[in-house]
């Protein structure tokens, strides 16, 4: 069976810092910033304190990378991102510098950094883990 329109896209869980989080991932990578709260949604949230948390939303950069996050409403059992789960941003020769700027971004307040150098298998390669906790490696390879 092939897919032929699916995408695999990362989803990121918050407690309640999914804005803050879109907003920054969206002045990392650009593109488009669109959210729904869930006092938005009637009926998607009891508490008046879950108002303006972030039932979803995205951020859809103009080479078609998208990014997803929501925050968990008090009514709902929050659950941690995963260790081990990774985003990955990844490219050519042709996204070096985009992918530089995006590193650059994502670097104030990170941790574990393995900063973004030529790697013995040819590419290009770093990897960090943002402010918000999240674990990311970027990988350009040589052409």
Not at 30 to 41: A, C, P, V, W
Request: charged residues 20%; hydrophobic residues 40%.
């Amino acid at each position: 069976m092939e897919a032929t329109m699916a995408r695999l896209n990362p989803y990121l869980s918050f407690r309640t810092g999914a804005r803050e989080a879109l907003e920054h991932y969206r002045s990392a990578l650009g593109g488009e910033l669109e959210i729904t709260t869930f006092g938005s949604m009637p009926g998607m949230a009891d508490d008046p304190a879950d108002q303006e948390l972030v039932m979803h939303g995205s951020v859809t950069t103009p080479g078609g990378l998208m990014l997803m996050a929501s925050d968990t409403p008090s009514s709902m059992p929050y659950v941690a991102p995963n260790s081990g789960v990774t985003v990955a941003v990844t490219g050519g020769p042709e996204d070096l510098e985009y992918v530089r700027g995006v590193i650059a971004a994502l670097s104030d307040g990170a941790t574990d950094v393995m900063p973004f150098e030529k790697a013995p298998w040819g590419d290009y390669y770093g990897q960090l883990t943002d402010k918000f906790g999240i674990a990311w490696l970027f990988d350009v390879g040589a052409g």
